[in-house]
């Protein structure tokens, strides 16, 4: 951190677009380039170390407790360098609900074309928790806290969406199962499906998450019981259970 | 609160113990009495006020960034006469784990008398549930959150254990259980199989109370789906189900 502050950003972005291309100045356009790359990557780089460090005070101390001034401390900023870099602490949320929708996005992206429904949910159960075991931090942020102050739309509506898309997609699996009459007559309310789904794995999860430095419990390994929980769950819920 | 502060609780004790009973001093103890028992149980609707205030913000913000002058500034008192209940941060947490875990333990009693495993556990799912709902507060401090900071024996193990009981409660039944060849041979380790079942009801509770505000889920009625996830799953892992 020792470039710390960087320079203005306008003045670096102004300076290689306004720069006259003739002869002469090839070469100096060349190391403003280098300089410029640099400088990119640097910027990238903090940016990526405030949105780490304000994603593990929010889920530690909560949103609203969270201010931009204990986000730049943190990381040994003042207060003033980190508004170099988000606007406000709206901006640096949605900033890192972007970019956490987008890891879980490819992670059910490839499941979404496994074309038969109960073993699109089984998959996707697997990739959901492997996913949040290996994003231990986005999936609390994400999952395990309130959202109520994020970005909203002109209708109140969340503007980025990462527990919606997740909901719909396991929405819509099993209101396909239910189509294809796959699963038993009193679980035909794909809203209680999908919700008790998402759920059981969730629930292993989350208990992990917050549990698994407890002296008290003999944890199995998470992803094993994530794979019995989804099989005990779909065998429970068939009409006519495979095995 | 219009008889804050009230009197040092020595003196009040003192005077009560202390009073010589000969004739005279039948009416003045009669009245110190009823003015002990006032402020008694003034002291202790203080105190539980204090543990309510406490509660919340320790869901809101995390343990850590609670401070005893935000639980005092939430209830309209000074951070020196909180002092006068608790003598520090964590006799306060003790209290909180103490109260919380009694009114999960009421819920588990009559359950342990079901003598069959497979019913046993099928009523502890529901009523785990109904306990968790009905206390939501009290399950996000005991269940939903890390709790690194309570009080600990010499061996660093937590003296008050609301969730190890919880936890060893599901797994002694499941336990035998395994042990009346009910379960399916695949999920006769009975920690995953504890695991798993704790998970499935805690996964439905824990989704409820962080996203219950979302508007784009169609909430099914929490305690429904509960009752349908406990019996999905006991179905699921059952050698030979009921139904």
Redesign the interface.
């Known amino acids: 951190m020792t470039d710390w502050p960087p320079p203005p950003v306008d003045q670096v972005r102004t300076d290689s677009v306004k720069q006259p291309h003739h002869p002469m100045s090839v070469t100096t356009t060349l190391i403003q380039s280098g300089s410029l790359a640099r400088r990119e990557r640097q910027k990238a780089e903090t940016r990526q170390s405030i949105l780490d460090a304000a994603r593990d005070l929010f889920v530690?101390?909560?949103i609203?407790?969270t201010t931009m001034r204990a986000i730049a401390s943190k990381i040994g900023y003042t207060a003033t360098a980190i508004y170099h870099h988000f606007r406000d602490k709206d901006t640096l949320i949605e900033e890192l609900c972007v970019a956490d929708f987008t890891a879980l996005g490819k992670a059910m992206y490839k499941i979404g074309r496994i074309e038969d429904p109960v073993e699109r949910l089984r998959t996707l159960g697997t990739a959901y928790a492997e996913f949040a075991l290996a994003n231990p931090s986005q999936y609390r942020f994400m999952?395990?806290?309130?959202q109520?102050h994020g970005p909203v739309d002109s209708d109140?509506?969340?503007t980025h969406?990462p527990?919606?898309d997740a909901?719909?997609f396991v929405f819509q699996t099993v209101s396909e199962g239910i189509q294809a009459k796959r699963f038993r007559p009193?679980?035909e309310?794909p809203?209680?499906l999908a919700?008790?789904m998402?759920?059981?794995?969730?629930?292993?999860v989350?208990?992990w998450l917050?549990?698994a430095?407890?002296?008290?419990?003999?944890?199995?390994p998470p992803l094993?019981?994530i794979r019995?929980?989804v099989?005990?769950?779909?065998?429970?819920?068939l009409r006519q259970?495979t095995q």
Do not use: C
């Not at 998402?198 to 292993?204: D, E, N, Q, S």
């Not at 407890?214 to 199995?220: A, F, M």
């Not at 099989?231 to 819920?237: D, E, F, L, Q, S």
């Open positions: 530690a101390d909560g609203e407790a999952f395990m806290t309130q109520r109140g509506r969340p969406k527990d919606e909901y719909q009193e679980l309310n809203h209680e919700q008790m998402w759920a059981g794995v969730h629930g292993v989350s208990l917050t549990h430095d407890d002296p008290y419990i003999d944890w199995h094993d019981t019995s929980m099989n005990v769950m779909i065998r429970g819920a259970p």
